[in-house]
């Protein structure tokens, strides 16, 4: 049940966060700075997206909340990560599945040689609430995606791209998230296949109140299920706002939705002028 907000205020609005990463740096391999003073908020079910290019700093985000960044010779340097209003940049990945936010990792990573049910049930692996309660989150999770319904007995290397990306997603789901870190969902699919992976994500949100965190370089498609999003350059945050507000702005539009209006501007003369005005104020 909700708490009371008086005056009207969505109580989004005024619910503490989700989650919370406070001015982050990160470091790889002791030497290479990556990420630089990155700050970000995902309200309780909310749909928040990371938008920018390849190599912009997005998955290196991801990794830095779900802590999987010591396998690759990273670590957060500077600043915190708060998930639930208790800092967590210190744990390890298990406990913070435990705790209930997991990531679904770019590529669409399944264990090829399990069949699409054998997937599934490797996402209750730290579940201690009995095989009851894991068979309805089981029949939860085809309900959601039909396809895997159909494949469950298949060995899921030989699945489509998009069934794979379902098995990854519905995997996570298994886990009974309250928040799931989303990275690059459409890369190498079908526009269509697309489309329906993200309106199952609209879905999750709305009925399961899953919160979502996803990177993503679709801009087009992230804003439009997103409520909020933060575009990141260079491994920094150099714009957000509401979903709406991006995708109105002029110059979202003109590199990163490939739509521009009135004089032509240079990108160097764009970046410089944001540069200004988010960092030398």
Request: glycine letters at 10%; one cysteine or more; hydrophobic letters at 40%.
């Amino acid at each position: 049940m909700q708490s009371e907000v008086t005056q009207g205020t969505p109580a989004s609005e005024t619910a503490p966060p989700i989650l919370s990463v406070n001015n982050i740096e990160v470091i790889y391999d002791h030497v290479i700075l990556v990420l630089k003073g990155v700050s970000l908020t995902v309200q309780r079910g909310g749909i928040v997206a990371l938008l920018g290019a390849n190599g912009a700093g997005k998955t290196t985000t991801l990794k830095a909340v779900s802590n999987l960044l010591k396998a690759e010779r990273g670590d957060v340097t500077k600043g915190s990560i708060i998930f639930e209003g208790e800092r967590v940049d210190q744990l390890s990945p298990a406990d913070l599945v435990k705790r209930g936010c997991i990531q679904v990792m770019e590529g669409r990573h399944c264990f090829g040689h399990l069949t699409i049910e054998e997937n599934l049930l490797t996402g209750a692996f730290t579940r201690r609430d009995g095989g009851a309660a894991i068979k309805r989150d089981m029949e939860m999770v085809y309900n959601y995606f039909p396809r895997l319904r159909q494949r469950m007995k298949s060995q899921a290397g030989y699945t489509s791209g998009g069934e794979q990306q379902m098995c990854a997603i519905g995997r996570a789901l298994m886990s009974r998230p309250k928040m799931i870190l989303l990275d690059e969902p459409s890369m190498g699919l079908a526009p269509q296949v697309i489309e329906e992976i993200f309106e199952i994500v609209k879905d999750l949100n709305a009925k399961e109140g899953v919160s979502f965190l996803l990177a993503e370089q679709n801009t087009n498609m992230a804003l439009k299920y997103a409520t909020y999003g933060y575009i990141m350059e260079t491994g920094r945050i150099v714009m957000d706002g509401s979903a709406q507000s991006l995708r109105e702005n002029e110059d979202v539009k003109e590199f990163y939705l490939g739509v521009s209006e009135g004089d032509k501007k240079s990108f160097r003369e764009v970046k410089s002028y944001k540069r200004r005005k988010r960092w030398l104020a």
